[in-house]
């Protein structure tokens, strides 16, 4: 059984850091990519990231970029989303996610992919 669970959330003040597990369980981060999404309140969820061992990061949040990165736990099967110079407007709840067939998930087709619970994330001063 495939599980993503994640970790790390708070509340942290402007300029801070934090950083966000994802541990995954069924399969293997050698094979399988994991996407990062974040839903702010009131507005729709978007794609921040994907990570695959192959083909590294591909950050498609342009507001991120620069101040978010990404490593992996080998030891943990984990993937810990770093960030850092976090703005108010980073506030929202994010998910990890992985799809079934190892390619990076979009949140189109729940059916083929794992999705974690969320963690809450609040920058404030």
């Known amino acids: 059984q495939v599980r993503l669970v994640e970790s790390g959330g708070g509340l942290v003040q402007p300029g801070g850091s934090l950083d966000l597990s994802c541990a995954v369980s069924?399969?293997?981060?050698?094979?399988?990519?994991i996407g990062w999404f974040r839903q702010a309140p009131g507005k729709d969820r978007e794609v921040i990231l994907c990570?695959?061992?192959?083909?590294?990061?591909?950050t498609y949040l342009d507001s991120v970029k620069g101040r978010f990165t990404i490593s992996r736990k080998n030891a943990e099967n984990t993937i810990v989303l770093h960030m850092a110079g976090l703005e108010p407007e980073d506030t929202g709840t994010y998910y990890c996610?992985?799809?079934?067939?190892?390619?990076?998930?979009?949140?189109?087709?729940?059916?083929?992919?794992?999705w974690g619970q969320g963690t809450a994330v609040t920058v404030s001063p």
């Open positions: 069924g399969v293997s981060l050698d094979v399988y990519a």
């Open positions: 990570w695959l061992k192959s083909d590294g990061v591909t």
């Open positions: 996610a992985t799809n079934l067939y190892g390619h990076c998930p979009s949140g189109a087709d729940r059916r083929l992919e794992r």
